[in-house]
């Protein structure tokens, strides 16, 4: 059985910083592709940034420039360093990652998400 488990969320003002870190425990064979998105209220999930296996990534138009995403693979943890935050950013944040257990099966696994409110 395999677990992502999110930290860092909070309220924050505008123009302020944040560092969520999403850490995979379990059953876990190798880390593959990693990717955190949001959902605001009444709105679709979106993503907002991915990671490789091999260090590549890619952002949402949104963040880029604003946002950073990084893993530690010898922990088995993604990090979203998120600067000059706008009110827009309020969202739920969830991790997202690619995962081969100990039976070599390869599936999707979710964080249960945390909250990120910017507001003054």
């Known amino acids: 059985q395999v677990q992502l488990v999110e930290s860092g969320g909070g309220l924050v003002q505008p123009g302020g910083s944040l560092r969520l870190s999403c850490a995979a425990s379990?059953?876990?064979?190798?880390?593959?592709?990693m990717a955190w998105y949001r959902q605001a209220p009444g709105k679709q999930r979106e993503l907002v940034a991915g990671?490789?296996?091999?260090?590549?990534?890619n952002y949402a138009d949104s963040v880029t420039g604003r946002f950073t995403i990084s893993r530690d693979n010898a922990k088995n943890t993604v990090y979203l360093q998120m600067s000059s935050l706008k009110p827009e950013d309020t969202a739920v944040y969830y991790c997202?990652?690619?995962?081969?257990?100990?039976?070599?099966?390869?599936?999707?696994?979710w964080g249960q998400g945390t909250q990120v409110t910017v507001s003054s």
């Open positions: 990671i490789s296996s091999g260090g590549d990534t």
């Open positions: 379990g059953s876990i064979f190798r880390m593959y592709a």
């Open positions: 997202k990652a690619d995962i081969m257990t100990m039976t070599y099966t390869i599936s999707t696994y």
